[in-house]
């Protein structure tokens, strides 16, 4: 089975810091990386797919990039609403695998 | 609107059986892989169950496997998960998830059912 780890598990920032969260892939699993975001009580919410497209309605401060085992989000200025868990994880072969989850909290 | 809805969560002992379902509205439900994640409380996402879109394909999580049976039924837009031998650590909030065709990621989420396992 393919492990996904995530760092960090927290982080805390300041409204319109630029963030970065890497998920890392115990095998190559290019393209097929999705990232996540979940609010406390909420369903997860699909942001971006195949590693760097940005699901439609997302807005344009999150990306996404990366190939084989590294892939990062990035949230280029935090907007009060980003504070939430995230997730990545691979659908390059069964089982489907999530990381563990990155906290953002408001510093 | 493209819509699921889970439902069949509960209590249940150690050792017991449960079925959850999941009606899907506002798409070819025959045409899509879809999937179930489970969350435990205070816990992050952990993929379960796929299945393909005409049934005849099921993949699970070692953490299931011989114990849970994803399956669907195209004609009623519905897609099941059988739950057997249940355990504490199975408690969660279960949800289904539509993969869409053209990429692979979980694009429609359902609101999910809680299902608690103890005595």
């Known amino acids: 089975d393919i492990q996904m780890t995530q760092s960090p598990s927290f982080l805390s920032a300041f409204v319109g810091d630029r963030v970065i969260i890497t998920c890392r892939a115990s095998?190559?699993?290019?393209?097929?990386l999705a990232w996540y975001q979940q609010k406390p009580g909420k369903v997860p919410n699909l942001l971006i797919y195949a590693a760097s497209t940005l699901q439609s309605g997302v807005p344009s401060r999150f990306s996404g990039s990366g190939s084989g085992t590294e892939f990062t989000l990035t949230i280029s200025s935090l907007q009060p609403e980003d504070f939430a868990t995230y997730y990545c994880?691979?659908?390059?072969?069964?089982?489907?695998?999530f990381g563990q989850g990155t906290k953002l909290e408001i510093k | 609107e493209v819509q699921l809805l889970e439902s069949g969560g509960g209590l249940v002992q150690p050792g017991g059986s449960l079925r959850l379902s999941c009606a899907a509205s506002g798409f070819t439900f025959s045409s899509y892989v879809m999937n179930w994640v489970r969350q435990a409380p205070g816990k992050g996402l952990e993929w379960v169950s796929a299945i393909s879109g005409n049934g005849g394909y099921t993949y699970y999580a070692d953490s299931v496997k011989g114990r849970f049976t994803i399956s669907r039924d195209n004609s009623k837009n519905t897609l099941y998960l059988q739950m057997n031998s249940l355990r504490a650590e199975d408690t969660a909030v279960f949800y289904c998830a539509k993969r869409p065709g053209t990429f692979y990621a979980l694009d429609i989420w359902g609101r999910g059912t809680m299902v608690t396992v103890s005595s």
């Open positions: 095998q190559g699993i290019s393209p097929h």
């Open positions: 994880q691979q659908l390059n072969s069964y089982p489907y695998t």
